[in-house]
């Protein structure tokens, strides 16, 4: 028995899923962190994982028993454009975990050297991005948004080159799957129907079993993805989060967030904020990303269009019906968030307008997005003693608002301590802010010092939790401080 208890089935799928390929090894293989309580819940010892022995592992050096590595094919939309071939070019599916609870996941190494879909790049990746990463993505797990997350992260002893010359890292990425709109997308462009269909009954089989029995399980796996991206966008939105490069490829149809490359979190609400250096038409703006996730579905409707219905125009309409779905389940979830937000018990026509007004002062005084909401719930019972009002104060313009909002709330039956107890479970005092992240990039790249990305990431584990000792981490950037781009960092 190995030290991983790999239970591999998307590898036992034909040959044009993927191409079997073994890690590269790097020169020296060094440990940054390990996600203990994510490995203890893989069945994985964490210490081991932490050993020189799991860290060769993480690094590509060592193929675990059970292992079966492959890059998976796969094509998508990238800022509106098809292109008919990605697949993993720096990243190696090395194998599923099933747990003992019964749960599938996938475990990615990302950096692990070039595949065949490398395209020539040289499938490794710098330092910074491994960071970004493991702390955007362990932060979203914490904020209650699926996602995939980071088991564990390595240096490798190598240099990688980009405009500058930066230290390389692998990162180790669980997943429920890397399924993407962009897999189905790259079969059916090749008219390829039966693997099509294969690919189809795998996703059902392992994300939507109860499809099974139904009448048109295609459908229902259309309507479920459907749902759970609306789902999924809805939780950004609430927490003022932009992923910067909503591509079909990095769209998985399991409904986690994917790819941590350009994406950041607002500090000052704007609704048409973008922060990737290559979004230069503001298509991936915080406002547009609704849009786009409908826009990414039609093309999933598109792919499977040709396994959905006998009949073309029978088929056409069932598609249409599955898209026109999605902007009641996002004002479904949206509201219910924003509820939760505020402290009401739920949404009624009558609090429209208190919602647009706030959005309208927030983005007309460009309040903090999360002081803001943090900030309203240090106001729903007077009683709390660690708040963020040092931090942060509402400008004298937003008095009528306030008191709009507290007539409002008291409308609801449940009591102060109540609401305010939801509130602060809604509204997280800390996110992963872009210059902490930054500050933690560079002192890592540049001093070798990981003390700021260890503490970014303890803090971040709880972020509902506020404490004044911890109020640098909830402090928004000082001017000089603000980070106005990201980069993919490929
Ligand atoms: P992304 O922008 O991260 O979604 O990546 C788009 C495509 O480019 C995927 O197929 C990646 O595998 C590939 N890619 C990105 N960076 C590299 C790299 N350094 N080496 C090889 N392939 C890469
Ligand atoms: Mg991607």
Known sequence: MGHISFNNNYARLPKQFYTRQKPIPVRAPGPIRVNRELSLALGI???????????????????????????????????????????????????????????????QLKGSGPTPYSRGGDGRSPLGPVLREYILSEAMFRLAVPTTRALAAVTTGERVIREDILPGAVLARVASSHIRIGTFQYFTAQGDHDSLRLLADHVIERHYPDLRETENPILGLLECVVKKQAQLVARWQLLGFIHGVMNTDNVLVSGETIDYGPCAFMDAFNPAQVFSSIDHGGRYAYRNQPGIAQWNLACLANALMPILHSQQEQATALAQQAIDAFPDHFLEANSCGIADKLGLQALSKADVAL????????????????????????????????????????????????????????????????????????????????????????????????????????????????????????????????????????
């Open 45 to 107: 010892d964490p210490d081991w994982l932490a050993s020189a022995a799991g860290t060769a592992v993480i690094a590509g050096n060592a193929v675990p028993e059970g292992a079966d590595p492959i890059a998976t094919v796969y094509a998508g939309h990238q800022f509106g454009g098809y292109n008919p071939q990605l697949g993993d070019g720096r990243a190696l599916l090395l194998g599923e975990i099933l747990t003992a609870d019964g749960r599938r996941y996938d475990l």
């Open 355 to 490: 919602v647009e007004d706030l959005w309208q002062l927030m983005t007309e005084y460009a309040l903090d997005f999360t002081l803001t909401f943090r900030r309203l719930a240090d106001l729903a019972d007077n009683t709390s003693s660690d708040t963020v009002a040092e931090l942060f104060e509402f400008p004298q313009a937003m008095q009528p608002w306030l008191e709009r909002w507290r007539a409002r709330s008291t409308q609801d039956t449940h009591s102060a301590a109540d609401r305010q107890s939801k509130m602060y479970s809604a509204n997280p005092a800390f996110i992963p802010r872009n210059h902490l992240v930054e500050k933690a990039i560079v002192a890592a790249t540049e001093e070798s010092d990981f003390s700021h990305f260890d503490a970014l990431v303890d803090v971040l584990e709880r972020p509902h939790q506020y404490h004044a000792s911890l109020q640098q981490f909830a402090t928004p950037p000082r001017d000089e401080e603000v980070v106005r781009q990201t980069f993919c960092g490929t």
